[in-house]
């Protein structure tokens, strides 16, 4: 039927510009959480007794492992997040990422910051450790041997530079007297750090002593200013962030879109074969042309659509904007498509008024039917995106349907009536010319016609013989007034 025809286009257009809004929904999200995150590690440090000094060290830690998640979830990172294991174990790491490994120390100058970094077993022994202790007697390590091993080196940001040139004093003087002393500080010198990192570009933002230290004074007082710390969304995420994000997004519109497009080609393609036994090319290059026309379409709607809700989640269109629901966005988003571009039909006189404003009409009722069967299709499968869809296709193909009957059930009323709905529906009382041709009756254009000259004959009264009358016939259809086109009430053959 002609309803769940129009209703499998609407949807053809519109799947992949929702998958291309929620993705996007999502991406924000999951940037909102690492925020998130962030904030709740701080607010556990609130009323800590130890002085901010000595507390900037614990601070540094969750700053780097959440300031780190934070730039992946930007970058949509499927690499593993950092984590802090809060373990008082000896020699265990204060950050982990995946197999990667980083002890932090954060003193009050690069060269203290490199002592503690470069601690040995022996050292750890003698000062009373009872685990380094049990490893040199075991035999396990030995006495100069570093007891962070392979692990990063992280240290304040503004002490990284400083603290090499230190490792490196303390090389060149051990070397002309100590000689098992240099490598402690050469391992130390080789995984210096001021940042947690991934073999993807993500990495944790830098953080001095200094800032470490006010960290910790905000943290302790319970008054974390995000914004003063460059930690909201707007300042986090960049204009190429957007872009990058609302390209992918349109490409997998476009990807869907060419998809939903070709299924009709596809189909009929397949009918002709199981027909006629052979393939038909005409068939085969609509399927390409349908293919190319909804995977550009697609794109240009799903990337413009998918800035939109970006920049709505991340406040910069407002708050009432950013409370919007993403569907809602991508579904007006088609709707609005849609009628700029019948608005240009119109135009140029390829589409009638009545035709523009019935299109428009059907589109917004199609695409309120799409959303409520994607939000009860949401709400019963609990996949991200598939429950939305399918529930989205059923409401699509049900609201094309329940348009036609009622537009049918509307014309049939205008018909018996007269009503023309304000004009949107044309009352017509010519008979068209196909019908007129189709029942035999000649017919002539009174704008055209050119009446022919009269010139009488001499009349002999005598010779004068009457001819007789012979009368043309022609079939006469019956006809009665029915619908033709697109909101036109006019006569069909009965």
């Known amino acids: 039927m002609e309803g769940l025809r129009e209703g499998y286009e609407f949807y053809s257009r519109q799947a992949g510009i929702a998958h291309a809004v929620i993705d996007s929904e999502q991406w924000i999200d999951a940037i909102d959480e690492a925020i998130e995150a962030f904030v709740e590690d701080m607010a556990s440090f609130e009323g800590n007794a130890k002085k901010a000094e000595i507390l900037a060290g614990d601070v ?3 700053w780097h492992a959440d300031t780190f998640n934070i730039d992946a979830a930007i970058h949509r990172s499927s690499g593993p997040r950092a984590e802090v294991p809060r373990s008082t174990g000896f020699g265990t790491p204060d950050v982990v990422i995946g197999d990667r490994q980083y002890q932090l120390k954060y003193y009050a100058n690069a060269d203290a910051s490199v002592r503690a970094q470069s601690v040995t077993f022996g050292q750890e022994a003698h000062q009373g450790s009872p685990s380094a202790q049990a490893l040199l007697d075991a035999g396990l390590v030995g006495e100069n041997d ?18 090499r040139r230190v490792a490196n004093r303390r090389i060149a003087t051990e070397a002309a007297r100590r ?28 953080l001095s002593r200094k800032d470490a230290n006010r960290l910790a004074r905000e943290a302790k007082a319970g008054e974390l200013d995000l914004e003063g710390w460059g930690l909201t969304t707007e300042q986090l995420v960049q204009l190429e962030d957007v872009m990058r994000q609302a390209a992918k997004a349109g ?3 476009a990807a869907l879109a060419a998809v939903l ?15 006629e036994g052979e393939l038909d090319l005409d068939d085969i290059g609509g399927v390409a042309s349908s293919a190319a026309s909804g995977g550009a379409r697609g794109f240009i709607v799903g990337a413009t659509t998918a800035a939109i809700t970006d920049a709505a989640k991340m406040g910069i269109l407002g708050e009432v904007a950013g409370d919007l629901d993403p569907t809602v966005v991508g579904t007006v988003a088609v709707v609005a498509f849609n009628t700029l571009r019948n608005s240009v039909r119109v135009a140029r006189g390829k589409m009638k008024r ?9 589109d917004a009722f199609v695409a309120t039917c799409s959303l409520v069967g994607g939000g009860i299709g949401q709400s019963h499968i609990q996949i991200p995106v598939v429950g939305y869809l399918i529930g989205s296709f059923v409401g699509s193909t049900v609201g094309g349907l329940s348009w036609e009957l009622g537009e049918q059930a509307t014309l ?14 044309d009352q017509d009382y010519e008979v068209p010319e196909d019908l007129i041709r189709q029942i035999g009756a000649e017919t002539f254009d009174y704008e055209r016609f050119e009446p022919e000259a009269f010139e009488p004959e001499a009349l002999g009264a ?33």
Do not use: K, W
């Open 261 to 275: 497009e070709a299924v009709p080609a596809v189909i009929a393609a397949a009918q002709h074969l199981l027909e």
């Open 146 to 163: 570093p007891v962070y091993g392979e692990m990063s080196r992280l240290v304040p940001s503004d002490q990284v530079e400083e603290a």
């Open 251 to 253: 490409l997998t519109a």
């Open 60 to 62: 540094a830690e969750f």
């Open 462 to 494: 005598e010779r004068f013989e009457p001819e007789a009358l012979a009368p043309e016939r022609f079939g006469v259809t019956q006809l009665r007034r029915g619908v033709f086109g697109v909101a036109r009430v006019g006569y069909s053959i009965g």
């Open 354 to 362: 009545a035709e523009l404003v019935s299109t428009l009409g059907r």
């Open 179 to 206: 000689l098992d002393q240099v490598e402690r500080y050469r391992s130390t010198r080789d995984r210096l750090t001021g940042n947690v990192e991934d073999d993807q570009g993500n990495s944790s933002m830098d």
């Open 412 to 425: 049939a009323v205008c018909v018996e009536s007269g009503l023309t709905l304000f004009g949107l529906v």
